[in-house]
Each structure stands twice: as structure tokens, then as C-alpha cells.
């Protein structure tokens, strides 16, 4: 999915609930989330993406110790360990999710894409090849639209029009 994906956990997300969530951009969770990769309980292992996913994001040693014990993790620990980039109360959950939604879908489409793109495929390489990615993610920002659209806008002091092209 090349645009930026939110995903907002309330109540219990375990195995591929929290999987859907990892493949996710940005995680806000209700305070009363809990959430695991039980699977290894089950006898066998987390199978959408989970073993790979956790450990990019919340560290080795961490997404070991979780999946290995099978153990679920409350919305806030969530947040210290970094899987969630905010925990807040259950009725403020989709708002605060729709806010942040539209403060990114306020910018440039196509820069966007690109930006995810190199962010996902540079973690993934050494850093010399993913500088080199993310200067081919510049360049096709270069002859867009969108990217003239920005600089008119920003010297007119009004905010700009994007149309993703």
C-alpha cells in the first residue's frame, strides 16, 4: 500500500490482529488496549509477518522475549517499547486517529508514497544504498505538479492544492 496506513487498536489485538497493526505505518492504541503474538501458546509462530515486524520496530531482544513467551503487553508498555506512537482514552481513539490522518493527507501525494518507499526500503539496506534510494524517490517528486503546487503555495503563504500528479 504505497499511503500511509494508521491503524487504531482498541481492546484486545493477539496474534494477527497485532500482525494487521504492525504492517501498519503508525499504531495509536486506547489506553485498554492489550495486544501479544501468542501463537508460540498455540505451538506454532506468528505467521503474517509478526516475527519479522515486531523486531523492526520494538527491537530484537524485546520481540524475542514477547513472541517466545507469548506475552501480551498493555497499550502503555506498548508505547514505552515504541510499537505505539500514542495511547489515549477509548472514546478519543478514532478522533485522535482521523486528526493525525489528516494532517498527513494534507501533503503531497506522490511525495508521500515516495517518502513511505524510502523509509521501507532503505531500513531494509545499508545506508549508502539507501541514500541512493531515497535520491530516486527525490527525483520522481522533482516533475510533479504537486511539487510546483507546494512552492507556489508556500511563497503565495497559502495552503497548497495537491491533486497527486
Known amino acids: 500500500m504505497p499511503k500511509p496506513v494508521i491503524a487504531a487498536v482498541n481492546g484486545y489485538a493477539f496474534g494477527g490482529g ?3 497493526a504492525l504492517a501498519s505505518d503508525i499504531r495509536i492504541a ?3 488496549a492489550i495486544v501479544g503474538l501468542t501463537e508460540t501458546s498455540l505451538a506454532v509462530i506468528p505467521g503474517a509477518g509478526g516475527t519479522q515486524r515486531l523486531p523492526r520496530i520494538v527491537g530484537l ?4 522475549e514477547m513472541i517466545f ?3 501480551r503487553i498493555s497499550a502503555e508498555e506498548g508505547f514505552a517499547i515504541g510499537l505505539f506512537l500514542e495511547v489515549v482514552e477509548p472514546d478519543k481513539l478514532m ?8 494532517e498527513i493527507a494534507a501533503n503531497g501525494p506522490v511525495a508521500l508514497a ?5 523509509i521501507n526500503k532503505g531500513s ?22 504537486d ?3 507546494g512552492l507556489t503555495a508556500f511563497r503565495e503563504k497559502r495552503k497548497p492544492i495537491y491533486v497527486g500528479e
Open 18 to 20: 497485532l500482525e494487521i
Open 30 to 32: 486506547s489506553n485498554n
Open 61 to 64: 531482544a524485546r520481540a524475542k
Open 69 to 71: 513467551r507469548a506475552r
Open 95 to 102: 478522533e485522535r486517529s482521523f486528526e493525525i490522518a489528516h
Open 114 to 118: 515516495q517518502a513511505k518507499y524510502a
Open 124 to 145: 531494509e539496506v545499508s545506508l549508502p544504498v539507501g541514500l541512493a534510494i531515497e535520491s530516486n524517490a527525490y527525483a520522481v517528486t522533482i516533475p510533479t505538479k
Open 147 to 149: 511539487r510546483i503546487e
